[in-house]
């Protein structure tokens, strides 16, 4: 039965868009806590954790993101571990996450100069040290405009998960679309969601980054 684009769709777009915000959070936070790990193990003195942690990043950069949530949907049950399509999308998007930010991040932490990890050294700071209170807080501020830039791309890669059957903004848009013949204000009105949310981080990134380069 076709339907008129009531307030009933608006509120179905508008859930997806905040289920969108959600598992981007999710993602970008578990995405955080795994690429520092990466970035660590990127720029290690050990070279065969570098190697496995480049060989991790080259996969996942280096495969679809589609391809990524394929694997962890029907590859975990073939492990023996049903999930339900929320989770296998954040585990999905987590390691895609990693795998990016980690590689950001380990540009932001071979960028500052080498001269502070050796005076950091010299007074007599072991490693987790050095890296907590010297290197990674000015690889912070040297990376924080390409993450945020990442930031922007994964939210508009979610859409993705709809090809999975989970219902984020652009598959709310798309049963709306389909229920009430009514595409184009559909769609509008997910693509407007989408700018709301992305242009004011695009903006913050571009803005950071013209005061890196303002300062350097």
């Given at each position: ?36 790990l990466v970035a660590l193990a990127r720029t290690s003195a050990w ?57 950001i991040w380990r540009g932001g932490i071979q960028a500052v100069p ?103």
């Amino acid at each position: 039965m076709i339907r008129d684009f009531g307030l009933l769709e608006v509120l179905s777009i508008l859930q997806g868009m905040w289920t969108t915000l959600a598992l981007s959070a999710v993602a970008f936070i578990g995405g955080g806590v795994f690429g520092t790990l990466v970035a660590l193990a990127r720029t290690s003195a050990w070279k065969w954790l570098r190697a496995l942690a480049g060989a991790y990043i080259d996969f996942f950069q280096g495969t679809p993101m589609l391809m990524q949530l394929f694997l962890v949907y029907y590859g975990l049950p073939v492990f023996g571990y049903h999930v339900s399509a929320w989770t296998a999308v954040a585990i999905g998007l987590t390691l895609h996450a990693s795998a990016f930010l980690g590689e950001i991040w380990r540009g932001g932490i071979q960028a500052v100069p080498k001269g502070q990890s050796e005076a950091a050294s010299a007074l007599g700071l072991r490693y987790v040290s050095r890296m907590r209170d010297v290197v990674l807080p000015q690889a912070v501020k040297l990376s924080f405009a390409p993450t945020i830039g990442f930031l922007v791309q994964l939210i508009k890669g979610t859409s993705l998960a709809a090809i999975i059957g989970f219902v984020e903004l652009s598959r709310s848009a798309q049963i709306a679309a389909s229920t009430t013949y009514k595409p184009l204000i559909a769609y509008g009105l997910a693509a407007a969601c989408y700018f709301a949310i992305c242009f004011p981080l695009s903006r913050l990134s571009a803005r950071y980054e013209r005061r890196f380069a303002t300062n350097t």
